[in-house]
């Protein structure tokens, strides 16, 4: 006979852990614990439907086999029709849980409880109604899965720290013993994303500081998943991913990732497959439908393709609501393949594509705050997070009333991003669910991006009204900025301003977060916890994580630890650097050699005191992961600085009057060879230049022999299949940034020259020439005839000296690799870099 539960709380309480003689067991006032397991005999079965939901039988063997673990009891799992006598443990809605008015209808949105009576616990949620013995998705209502995991947790003890045997944490007993006040309660954040399913091996690099398909990044990978290489196999990336792949899933699933689906990215690509041309590509291209040409950007540019679309066009809005609608109706919107309800069942996203480009029409103007406001010359940064806050929002507001005319329970996303950041000047439609992208959230507190996007948050929170209010965090920097640029980082270790933001994003009421990057261990762990509860305490969690992780290694570890967030986060650390992520950041004023010195002591002494091979096999993890890597970072940025920078003189040849032509190529100086970004080793390409001046324009001649067939074009130049020249008075601020691709599309950029703003357009320098000719045998050859006049702020004239450097970007296509290829004339140096710019002498 099932006994009744006592009264369900609508609150968590807490309950203390006993561990008495090898017993664990929970205490709660005078009532008697339930023996689920004693000396290592199961005592308790555990009870599903007959017809169980497919996250109710996961829940049930995730219980079964970490009590095992535990105790080496494995305890039975019946169905409710059986005849069982002893505790029971009724997992998910059954007969038996409807007695007690547990039922599925009764929970909300992925809520769950776990009750306790005398001889019975209940551990059942939402779930969804999917019958089969699959492993539940990340998005897939799973509130018996979640409350199960909740139990392992607090009345059992179980953590897991990593994916993977290593970092799952069970303790030993022969006796378990749990009793406790029972639980109602749901992660405060409904939507909780660091990934996907179908991508979820990629979490296991997020434990890691070394760029994927390096020879650390697999040295680590097989200390975490040993099982998973065989002989000969070490380095083979794809099978590796496959293997892990559902270990991480796994993790994902007892960490909680998913909630409900609202998610938003850039959604408007396949207008370029639907409404780009020319009309004869029909036939080539799938999915195509008419030209309009009038439906994207108007830039006063007619080369390469828009970047974006005419946002203010009243057909463009109608074809968005439309494409919403055929959406909620689980239908493809598009000629390209699309999963169904990739932005959630009730949700739309509506996000320009990344980077500017934005039309110029006249009603589009009229919504972009103009440079000269007097609102901007008192805050420069209103220009650079909201000038185009209206236009877009605008577009969204207009999207959402004709989709809430028809499906008014849907939401439409929206990102608040880039250069429409800021809020808008008008309110947004009830149906907008804003997503707020703190870039800079993991930069130091004390850096102006992140103040100035904390207080942009709270401008966001105390206006939100009805719209529901979402987060990207960007968990990705520094290391992608240092992956970019191919050179270590000091890690960004923020566990105290995570502990802080999520006291914001819980006062704010956040409705959930979508993670873009995410890492590292402990950081990892900290996110997960208070994604599911924010009010837990930071310290306790990290005092939690060290001694479980290392045992009698936690105080050395914690030591290395806390010793690089210190250092990222005081902002003495960073006098007289400009970049405060940059090489010379971390491995001059961060990784100092004494801070280097302090960290391999505490290291060696970690690896003293671990006695057993688990805490051995888990310092090793973080030597291989990170430690590793930063050693090899300070090692080559002082190899950077090492080596030597190019200086040139320019030869002057007869005066051509910018006719690039007319000059005499075989007097110029011939350039080369370049490298990749960040590095000393050349690029595979053979890329050639030359240099010359007349004394009035300066001449260059570009030559990238590959695959002109391949090449890539964009009304913006960028992002790539491109040079950029950068020139400037001084290895620092301000510079400015030539580009321009193969259909002689081109432009300059400053950058620090108008009141310190970076990536500002001078279409006054445009009239610069460039002249491309593609074919099969010198390939992509660029000419291009620069006025020296406007090379720098105040000109320059034979004989004067400046810097420059000359960077070629690829597509992956033309670079035949998996990523860009970026090739640097100077050593050791970027996109933007400017303390390695080449000196260059022009010839008298």
């Known amino acids: 006979m099932i006994a009744m539960p006592m009264p369900l709380k609508s609150t968590v309480i807490a309950v203390a852990v006993v561990m008495v003689q090898g017993t664990l067991s929970v205490a709660k006032d005078a009532s008697e614990a339930m023996i689920l397991v004693k000396d290592g005999q199961p005592k308790a079965t555990i009870v599903l439907a007959e017809r169980p939901t497919r996250a109710a039988s996961d829940a049930a063997r995730e219980l079964q086999y970490h009590i095992a673990h535990m105790t080496n009891a494995r305890l039975p799992i019946t169905h409710a029709k059986d005849s069982v006598e002893g505790p029971l443990i009724w997992v998910g809605e059954s007969a038996g849980t409807r007695t007690v008015g547990l039922t599925n209808e009764s929970f909300e949105d992925q809520e769950y409880a776990i009750v306790f009576s005398p001889d019975a616990i209940f551990l059942v949620g939402q779930d969804e109604l999917v019958y089969d013995n699959d492993t539940p998705g990340s998005f897939e209502a799973r509130g018996t899965l979640n409350a199960v995991y909740d139990f392992l947790e607090r009345f059992c003890n179980v953590r897991w720290f990593y994916p993977g045997r290593f970092g799952t944490d069970i303790p030993k007993r022969k006796t378990l013993a749990v009793s406790g006040r029972n639980i109602r309660r749901k992660p405060f954040f409904a939507y909780r994303e660091v990934t996907t399913d179908r991508f979820a091996d990629r979490h296991a690099w997020s434990y890691t500081m070394w760029r994927r398909q390096t020879a650390g990044?697999?040295?680590?990978?097989?200390?975490?998943?040993?099982?998973?290489?065989?002989?000969?196999?070490?380095?083979?990336?794809?099978?590796?991913?496959?293997?892990?792949?559902?270990?991480?899933?796994?993790?994902?699933?007892?960490?909680?990732?998913?909630?409900?689906?609202?998610?938003?990215?850039?959604?408007?690509?396949?207008?370029?497959?639907?409404?780009?041309?020319?009309?004869?590509?029909?036939?080539?291209?799938?999915?195509?439908?008419?030209?309009?040409?009038?439906?994207?950007?108007?830039?006063?540019?007619?080369?390469?393709?828009?970047?974006?679309?005419?946002?203010?066009?009243?057909?463009?809005?109608?074809?968005?609501?439309?494409?919403?609608?055929?959406?909620?109706?689980?239908?493809?919107?598009?000629?390209?393949?699309?999963?169904?309800?990739?932005?959630?069942?009730?949700?739309?996203?509506?996000?320009?594509?990344?980077?500017?480009?934005?039309c110029q029409c006249a009603k589009c103007r009229a919504l972009i705050l103009k440079e000269d406001d007097p609102r901007v010359q008192e805050d420069q940064s209103l220009y650079t997070y909201g000038r185009n806050s209206d236009l877009v929002f605008h577009f969204v507001n207009e999207v959402a009333k004709r989709v809430y005319k028809t499906h008014p329970d849907k939401t439409v996303s929206a990102l608040a991003y880039s250069n429409y950041t800021l809020p808008p000047s008008f309110e947004l439609a009830p149906n907008v669910a804003v997503h707020y992208c703190w870039t800079a959230n993991r930069f130091p507190v004390f850096s102006e991006g992140h103040k100035r996007q904390r207080e942009i948050f709270e401008q966001w929170a105390a206006r939100r009204k009805d719209n529901t209010l979402y987060l990207w965090l960007y968990y990705t920097f520094p290391r992608e900025l240092a992956n970019n640029n191919n050179y270590h980082c000091w890690p960004g270790f923020f566990a105290h301003a995570i502990g802080e933001q999520f006291k914001l994003f819980h006062e704010a009421n956040v409705d959930g977060i979508f993670h873009c990057g995410y890492g590292e261990n402990v950081e990892n762990y900290v996110t997960f916890k208070l994604m599911d509860d924010p009010t837990r305490a930071v310290d306790a969690l990290l005092e939690e994580y060290f001694r479980r992780m290392y045992g009698p290694a936690a105080a050395p570890m914690r030591a290395i630890y806390d010793i690089i967030e210190n250092a990222y986060q005081n902002p003495e650390n960073y006098k007289d650097i400009r970049k405060i992520v940059s090489p010379k950041a971390s491995w001059e004023g961060l990784g100092t050699d004494a801070r280097m010195t302090r960290i391999q002591e505490h290291m060696d002494r970690a690896k003293t005191v671990a006695t057993s091979d688990l805490y051995r096999t888990r310092v090793a993890l973080f030597e291989t992961g990170i430690w590793d890597y930063m050693k090899a970072g300070k090692a080559t940025y002082a190899e950077r600085m090492a080596t030597p920078i190019p200086e040139f003189t320019i030869p002057r040849v007869a005066g051509a009057q910018g006719k690039v032509d007319a000059i005499n190529w075989d007097k110029a100086l011939t350039i080369g060879p370049w490298y990749k970004r960040g590095s000393v080793e050349a690029v595979g390409a053979n890329l050639t230049g030359k240099l010359a001046h007349d004394g009035e324009f300066l001449y260059l001649e570009l030559v990238d022999p590959r695959h002109p067939d391949k090449l890539q074009n964009f009304k913006m130049v960028y992002p790539y299949d491109e040079w950029e020249i950068y020139f400037a008075e001084a290895r620092a601020l301000p510079f400015r940034q030539y580009a321009f691709n193969s259909e002689e599309t081109h432009n300059v950029l400053s950058h620090g020259e108008v009141n310190f703003r970076q990536n500002v357009v001078m279409p006054e320098l445009f009239d610069y020439v460039v002249e491309c000719t593609t074919d099969s045998d010198r390939g992509w050859v660029a000419r291009v005839a620069v006025p020296l006049e406007d090379l720098i702020p105040h000109g320059v004239e034979p004989g004067d000296t400046f810097y420059m450097n000359i960077v070629r970007v690829a597509s992956p296509q033309v670079a035949e690799s998996n990523d860009l290829e970026v090739g640097s004339l100077v050593p050791f140096c970027s996109v933007k870099d400017t303390d390695r710019l080449a000196e260059v002498t022009l010839a008298k």
């Open 217 to 358: 990044f697999y040295a680590f990978m097989k200390h975490l998943f040993p099982d998973a290489y065989k002989n000969g196999e070490d380095q083979n990336f794809w099978l590796l991913q496959n293997r892990i792949k559902p270990a991480c899933r796994r993790f994902l699933l007892r960490q909680r990732n998913g909630g409900v689906l609202v998610r938003a990215n850039h959604s408007l690509h396949d207008f370029y497959t639907r409404f780009w041309g020319p009309s004869d590509d029909k036939k080539e291209n799938a999915g195509f439908i008419e030209h309009r040409p009038e439906w994207f950007a108007q830039t006063g540019n007619t080369q390469g393709r828009p970047n974006q679309l005419c946002y203010t066009n009243e057909e463009v809005i109608e074809q968005v609501a439309a494409d919403a609608r055929t959406y909620f109706e689980g239908k493809n919107v598009s000629g390209n393949p699309m999963k169904a309800f990739r932005w959630g069942r009730n949700n739309y996203a509506v996000v320009p594509n990344d980077a500017g480009g934005f």
